[in-house]
């Protein structure tokens, strides 16, 4: 079936300007995730769903970061007035149900602000 | 304290050799974990869950250690597709969310 799917695959952006990057997680799967990773360093949790709920958004870096969830499916990530920090690859992940389950990646979208 | 920690290495390996990582847990309430693996520039994918008694697939070995809190994964027979990032992923408490560690980077070289 199909997986996680990201869009875009690679956005380059100006500084100040304000971006979407999309989720669609596997059709049924609960759970999602929005993470970060920067040029060779770990996964840096962002936002986690549960439905359309956010139960955990510790990770947002700043109000600039916001992300929603609508129907229990799809999910946006914005960022608003970016700078060149915010240059990273953004990984969605998802999960059948919350507790304890594998969590599948989508294959990320490369953000470039310049 | 993180909730989930890893060394992050890197170990360097001949091939054939046998190695061991380790993951500590900050969460007692944790009941689910796993190893994944991240290729050069590729996405996260699951390598295998870590059961209570511990299980193996193939040359990996995932083990939990619940009363010192950590897991572990012990690759024997390395090869040199071996190479990658390992993350261990832990967590599955109330409200479900588990936590990935930072990764250990693994080199297999000839």
């Known amino acids: 079936g199909a997986g996680v799917s990201q869009s875009p695959s690679n956005k380059v952006t100006e500084k100040g300007k304000d971006v979407e990057l999309r989720c669609d997680p596997i059709?049924?799967?609960?759970?999602l995730y929005w993470y970060r990773q920067s040029l060779g360093q770990g996964l840096e949790f962002l936002i986690y769903f549960q439905g359309n709920s956010a139960p955990d958004k510790s990770g947002l870096p700043s109000d600039r970061f916001s992300a929603e969830r609508t129907g229990g499916s799809v999910s946006t990530l914005t960022i608003q007035r970016t700078q060149q920090e915010d240059s990273a690859v953004y990984l969605c992940?998802?999960?059948?149900?919350?507790?304890?389950?594998?969590?599948?990646f989508g294959p990320g979208t490369r953000l470039t602000v310049l | 304290r993180k909730e989930v920690e890893q060394d992050p290495g890197p170990f360097n390996v001949p091939e054939g050799a046998t190695v061991a990582f380790n993951c500590t847990y900050s969460n007692s309430a944790s009941q689910s974990f796993f190893w994944y693996r991240q290729d050069c520039r590729k996405e996260p994918k699951l390598l295998m869950s870590v059961y209570s008694s511990g299980n193996e697939d193939g040359r990996f070995t995932a083990q939990l250690n619940r009363a010192s809190q950590y897991i572990s994964l012990l690759i024997r027979d390395s090869k040199l597709s071996d190479s990658a990032t390992y993350l261990c992923n832990a967590g599955g408490t109330s409200y479900g969310k588990l936590t990935f560690g930072q990764g250990t980077i693994l080199t297999v070289h000839p």
């Open positions: 992940a998802s999960s059948l149900v919350p507790e304890g389950d594998t969590q599948y």
């Open positions: 059709s049924g799967h609960t759970a």
